[in-house]
């Protein structure tokens, strides 16, 4: 059992530690202060839902379909790019930029419509949460607490994030600091969107 639990939260940590899509729209909501507990709350419970599906056997189903794969592909790339954009011209446009942003903050809703979006439009996440963390779970002596492991690694990651990026955000208050964070934002989002568009989806961890 605590075998199981262990491999779960190191497998998942090590896939969700490596900064995405996901992991950079949080870190900037956080840094911006903007309902970013309610995203990390988001991205923890569609992680929860995807692991259990995956052991649940909808991977079987994205295997049995893979056009369902190509058209969150491409979905992904275009929402990657409009993401990808908007940080470009936040970073171009500077300090005073972000003010008025603060001003104008989003709503609620509109934030979790964002969060869900880049959350379930970067078909890695799939590949990921239904196929990979799934086949290893699998082969577990207890796959309930391996599901479990996985999703205490994710309520840890998204936590630290929220947390950490609000915590920092006086610090880096600097315009060239936040020019700096949103520029970086910008070429994460546009570095995944074209090798997704060029690349595909690299599926070769989940046929080994």
Same mark, same amino acid.
């Given at each position: 059992?605590?075998?199981?639990?262990?491999?779960? $939260?190191?497998?998942?940590?090590?896939? +969700? +530690? *490596?900064?995405?899509?996901?992991?950079?729209?949080? $870190?900037?909501?956080?840094?911006?202060?903007?309902?970013?507990?309610?995203?990390?709350?988001?991205?923890?419970?569609?992680?929860?839902?995807?692991?259990?599906? #995956?052991? %649940?056997?909808?991977?079987?189903?994205?295997?049995?379909?893979?056009?369902?794969?190509?058209?969150?592909?491409?979905? /992904?790339?275009?929402?990657?790019?409009?993401?990808? !954009? =908007?940080?470009?011209?936040?970073?171009?446009?500077?300090?005073?930029?972000?003010?008025?942003? %603060?001003?104008?903050?989003?709503?609620? /809703?509109?934030?979790?419509? *964002? =969060?869900?979006?880049?959350?379930?439009?970067?078909?890695?996440?799939? %590949?990921?949460?239904?196929?990979?963390?799934?086949?290893?779970?699998?082969?577990?002596?207890?796959? %309930?607490?391996?599901?479990? #492991? !996985?999703?205490?690694?994710?309520?840890?990651?998204?936590?630290?994030?929220?947390?950490? #990026?609000?915590?920092?955000?006086?610090? $880096?208050?600097?315009?060239?600091?936040?020019?700096? +964070?949103? /520029?970086?934002?910008?070429?994460?989002?546009?570095?995944?969107?074209?090798?997704?568009?060029?690349?595909?989806?690299?599926?070769?961890?989940?046929?080994?």
């Amino acid at each position: 059992m605590l075998q199981s639990y262990l491999t779960g $939260l190191m497998v998942c940590g090590g896939i +969700i +530690i *490596a900064i995405g899509a996901q992991n950079a729209y949080l $870190l900037g909501q956080a840094f911006r202060r903007e309902h970013h507990w309610w995203s990390a709350v988001l991205c923890m419970s569609a992680d929860a839902l995807l692991f259990s599906a #995956g052991m %649940l056997g909808v991977s079987a189903a994205l295997v049995a379909f893979p056009s369902a794969l190509e058209v969150l592909r491409w979905a /992904g790339v275009a929402f990657l790019l409009w993401l990808g !954009a =908007t940080a470009s011209m936040r970073a171009i446009r500077g300090r005073s930029a972000l003010a008025m942003e %603060l001003d104008q903050r989003r709503s609620l /809703g509109t934030v979790l419509l *964002a =969060t869900l979006a880049v959350t379930l439009l970067n078909p890695q996440v799939y %590949l990921d949460t239904l196929l990979l963390i799934p086949s290893i779970g699998a082969q577990q002596s207890d796959p %309930l607490f391996f599901v479990v #492991g !996985a999703t205490s690694a994710s309520v840890v990651w998204f936590t630290l994030l929220a947390w950490g #990026g609000s915590a920092l955000a006086p610090v $880096l208050a600097r315009p060239m600091a936040w020019r700096t +964070i949103d /520029g970086v934002i910008a070429v994460m989002m546009l570095a995944i969107a074209l090798h997704l568009m060029f690349n595909g989806i690299d599926t070769g961890p989940v046929a080994a």
